[in-house]
């Protein structure tokens, strides 16, 4: 993955690394000085409306505590189940991008909705 890594870095491009909820953290430590964004699946991908995996805070916790102890910048983002609570959980645990779906469209006032993310 290093390769791949260092390759779009050198054509000019941001790199990203996914992780699913059962991922270990610890497997992303050699890479992260080589990212723009790390992505915290909070659901399984697949399929949307899935309900948020809680477990998977202690997973961006330690991602967050990692970029604070390299004094690092990637993008620390979650996807799946985000919505009011759990994305308020999600950036209290480090998150700075939350991609919300089945919780926007179904928001009487979608407005109001991204205003409580982003509060």
């Known amino acids: 993955m290093g390769q791949t890594l260092a390759a779009i870095k050198a054509a000019g491009l941001k790199a990203g690394i996914a992780m699913n909820p059962d991922g270990d953290p610890r497997r992303l430590l050699p890479y992260l000085d080589a990212v723009d964004l ?4 909070t659901v399984f991908p697949g399929f949307g409306g899935q309900a948020f ?5 202690d997973n961006i916790r330690f991602l967050a505590a990692e970029r604070r102890a390299r004094g690092l910048d990637f993008r620390l983002e979650v996807d799946g189940g985000v919505n009011a609570e759990t994305g308020q959980r999600c950036r209290e645990a480090g998150a700075d991008t939350l991609v919300a779906g089945t919780a926007f469209f179904k928001a009487p006032d979608r407005k109001a909705f991204v205003a409580g993310l982003t509060a």
């Open 38 to 41: 790390v992505l915290c699946m």
């Open 53 to 57: 995996i809680p477990a998977v805070l």
